[in-house]
């Protein structure tokens, strides 16, 4: 599977995800939002968390991947 090469933005908590999201929400633009997997707990935000902040924020999810070591890359899209 070929990764999509996108900005990629790494977060490590929902509050910090949010933040962003919120701050970028004027922007039309396509970007990958890198999150911890579940082996690492204290970092860890779930795919529905996730989901659940794109919808709140007017972003559109895509496809998931997974990258290097215990990272997930969520692909996400605005379009306002």
Do not use: F
């Not at 701050?23 to 970007?31: A, D, M």
């Amino acid at each position: 599977m070929i990764i999509p090469k996108l900005k990629r933005i790494r977060v490590s908590s929902e509050q910090e995800l949010r933040n962003w999201l919120a701050r970028n929400s004027g922007h039309k633009q396509e970007v990958m939002i890198v999150t911890c997997n579940k082996k690492s707990r204290d970092k860890h935000i779930s795919s529905n968390q996730v989901r659940e902040a794109l919808d709140e924020n007017g972003w559109t999810s895509g496809q998931n991947y997974t990258l290097d070591g215990n990272l997930v890359g969520h692909v996400v899209s605005n379009t306002r």
